[in-house]
């Protein structure tokens, strides 16, 4: 059987998006999911999305592998494709200007903008350490600016799940992070027994903080939508930035805003498609 697919990127993270409306379960396992995702020999994607009926009352469902079979709660950059992708299925007609997406980590809602970007409504960030989870702090606690050994060298860390786990430190030059051998140390790091996203972030100024990340699951990625929210909430509670910030990843720049009157989070920034094919 043919499957058709789109490609699409998020600031340069990038998704191989499939339509799944007619089931509620996802048409390739996750094993042909590691197949596609390869960049020698498969279509090469940090993950695999797909579009699934709605549940509960939402318009959609999200499910995601990344490019190592694992399925996360919640992708950034990828709900944002998801969202455009949307609007591009036949037979579905941008009738509404935003989408409610039932996801692992609850009901997402991003909205198209006028001028192309997509505006997501990514929820509140849980900051608990039993809600990460890690063993950083006792279960009901914050884990912020916490020392954690991590290849003979002490890293002060926060801990902030936007639905998935985040690992948040701040250094004072991201390019000179050896992310390849880190990385992994982190995400297999006891103290996180779902494993974790790391992010590392340079405060260049109170609204512009530059990102380097290594995804659960997928390894260096050139952007993380969930990652950038988690280091803006990360910033805020170690008063190095404001509530509103532009993230600098090496794919592109997002736009993130922890509100003061709802507390959620609202991330903003593009998709693109990049090509069609079949499988
Ligand atoms: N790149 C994504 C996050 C994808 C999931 C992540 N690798 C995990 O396992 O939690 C984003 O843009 O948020």
């Known amino acids: 059987m043919a499957i058709e697919f789109t490609k699409y990127h998020g600031v340069g993270n990038d998704f191989i998006l499939i339509d799944n409306r007619s089931s509620l379960t996802p048409i390739i396992t996750p094993e042909k999911a590691i197949k596609l995702c390869d960049r020698h020999f498969g279509i090469g994607a940090d993950g695999v999305i797909f579009a699934l009926p709605g549940q509960n009352g939402t318009d959609y469902t999200m499910r995601i592998f990344n490019s190592d079979g694992s399925e996360p709660e919640m992708c950034g950059n990828g709900i944002r494709c998801l969202a ?158 404001d509530r509103a910030a532009t993230i600098e990843l090496p794919g592109g720049e997002l736009e993130i805003e922890w509100s003061e009157i709802d507390n959620k989070i609202y991330m903003t920034g593009p998709a693109e498609r990049v090509f069609a094919g079949k499988f």
């Open 84 to 241: 455009v992708f949307l609007t591009e299925l036949e037979g579905i007609s941008r009738t509404k200007d935003f989408y409610t997406i039932h996801t692992l980590a609850g009901v997402i809602t991003p909205q198209l903008t006028d001028d192309g970007q997509v505006k997501v409504d990514m929820g509140s960030p849980r900051l608990l350490a039993q809600e990460i989870p890690t063993t950083l702090a006792p279960a009901d606690s914050k884990v912020i600016n916490v020392p954690l050994e991590v290849a003979d060298h002490t890293w002060n860390v926060t801990c902030v799940s936007m639905g998935n786990p985040h690992c948040i430190t701040f250094v004072d030059d991201v390019a000179a992070i050896p992310l390849e051998t880190i990385g992994p140390k982190f995400e297999h790091h006891p103290v996180f027994p779902q494993r974790t996203n790391t992010e590392f972030i340079q405060i260049v100024n109170r609204n512009y903080l530059k990102m380097r990340v290594w995804e659960r699951g997928a390894g260096i990625t050139l952007a993380c939508g969930t990652g950038a929210c988690a280091s803006l909430v990360a910033g805020v509670l170690n008063d190095k930035c």
